[in-house]
């Protein structure tokens, strides 16, 4: 099995009250997550945390780490905290629109296997290139692909938070999956909104580009965010393949 | 249990944003109506403020069809705001258990107008013009609530970067809303022109199953005129209708007070073909019609004959003895082209462009049902029309009656007979 160096940190940033954003990191399982809650305080909190608790228990029920298992317990994790989420909203018929944005990385001998819900995000650094892997499923990502309005628009749109797609929202999860062949070197960055939002990618990049630890560059993407009013709740994680 | 001075009596309602109350203010001795924040939704002091700011302007709004805030405040790790009490219906629910009347409704969209008319020189821009924030009062007044209150959700969520989804269906927002825009008074004027749209013909402009796919219908559609849809629609309402849904906000009404001058102007014709007020279906095409549809669609005429055997051979055998049925068909055909405007117009036209091969005779069971032929209307049951040999699609449609509609191939010269039995719903 691979090596591979993980780093992450969360901060509830300068304006909101509490931290909605989860993430998770298990070496020994081969996988770390993002979660960015949403609904109101307390049912943001609860939806990225029962994401994440349904990972943990997916992942460590079956240990086999081979592609098309890891693929499964991919699957598996998000199917299962979808329906958590819209079993407690049955119940708790005051959080509806309890949901979360959910970014896992699994890796497996071959390579990796992401599963991606939201405008959380996924980036690779790869042979000095920077590359978003994941698609917001938001809607002004959905409207600058209709053309309707340019990036530069989507910048000041009054509806710029809302996502078109998020863990335990609609009756049907509609998953994105990438898979890919990992290499020596290779650097994914998960990361919530809280990040992309205030800073745009090239600065991000040059943070990681940088030559420092992964716990050097993972503090001075936040204290970036931090210096810029950290508006939103800020995770970021970061796995190096050695 | 009490918010600042004001005992709870009742529950009256509950939404995403918080509770509506019915409160007793023992100062004043009078009803209110408290709508309570959801407590995790006061995200920050700085929300606050800007809420009670945003309150400050809506308390200084006096006018007879918009609802009057008296007070807010702040109780219990939340704001409250306490608002006229009314005794009446939203609109939406009067809707639901009755269409208005084309006068009825012309008055309550001139009310709105008015008020938003008045509102917007103040520099105040509603935002979240829909049926629900349109009270019809037990005394028959129309009153606009919700007043900027939204307009502080809204600023809200731009600036709290919090991420969320869009619940319920935004059927109402206006193409600038939509594409996150700046909005004035034109918005709030373009959404009033949605609900015009739907009191009038029965159904939305800008339809889709979850809300990009309206989102896309808002930005990118140009909705079908209400005259297509329902000839006995005056033309002045339709071509009002139509201004007010422009995409671009230049070519709408400018102000509320010019809509009610259009409105007024409408309302003055006052001649309102009769409706009766029927049970509004807002998804007449529902699983029943596909079903039919599967049955139906792509069977070339004859195929279609085959199927309505029974019926058809009735036809046809009225035909036979001495082609009253077809004359009559036709006249009444005539009649209805008299009564509407439009679709006289437009099957002349196409008559004229093309010359007609065939004759296809439509009945259904009930009569008076509304046929499209390739989206264009062309009268009510029993009719018959003049067509070159083509392929058509023919859309059959009644009130509380699942929509029929196949594809008919047609290339035998005379009379083409087609008999219809629409399904009620439910």
Redesign the interface.
Known sequence: MMKINYFGKTDVGL???NNEDTFLIKPDMGFCLVS?G??????GELASQIFTETALKVFSADRDQSENRTVEKVKKAFRSAHERILKYVEGNP?H??M?C?AELIAFHEQGFVIGHI??SRIYRIRNGQFKQLTKDHS??Q??ID?G??TPT??K?????????R?VG?NESLALDILMGKTYAGDLFLLCS??LT?MIDDPLISQVLYSDTALSQKTEKLVEMVLSAGG??NITVVLAEIL | MKYGRYEIIKELG?G?MGVVYQAHDPQIDRSVALKVL?V??V??E?FVLRFFKEAKFIGRLSHPNIVTVYDVGRDHGTIYIAMEYLQGQPLNEVVRSGRLSVEKTMDIALQVSSALGYAHDKGIVHRDIKPSNIILTDEGSVKLTDFGIARAD?QN???????????GTPFYMSPE?????RVDGRSDLFSLGVILYELIVGCKPFKGDHF?AI??AI??DIPVAPLQIDASILQSISDLIIKTLSKNPDERFQTGQEMSHALKTCLQVKEFPLRSEKPMRSKQKSMGSFLIMGLIAAVVLGGAIYFFWPHINEHIRKENKGGSTVTELSQQGKLQNKSGSLESLSSTRMDESKPADAMLMVTSSPSQAQVYLDDSFKGKTPITLELPFGKYEVRVNLPDYYEWEAQLQINTPGKTPLYVRLIPIG
């Open positions: 304006v909101r009250p960015d949403m609904g109101g305080a307390a049912a005051h509806q629109g949901g944005t939201g405008d809607l002004i959905d409207q209709r309707v309005i628009e989507a000041n749109h009054s509806l710029r938070n809302v996502i078109l998020a929202i909104d809280g939002d508006k939103d | 509950k995403g959801r995790d939704r995200v920050n700085e809204d969520a731009a600036q709290q970067t919090q991420t969320g989804v869009i619940l809303q939509v594409m996150g825009r990009t989102f896309r930005t990118e």
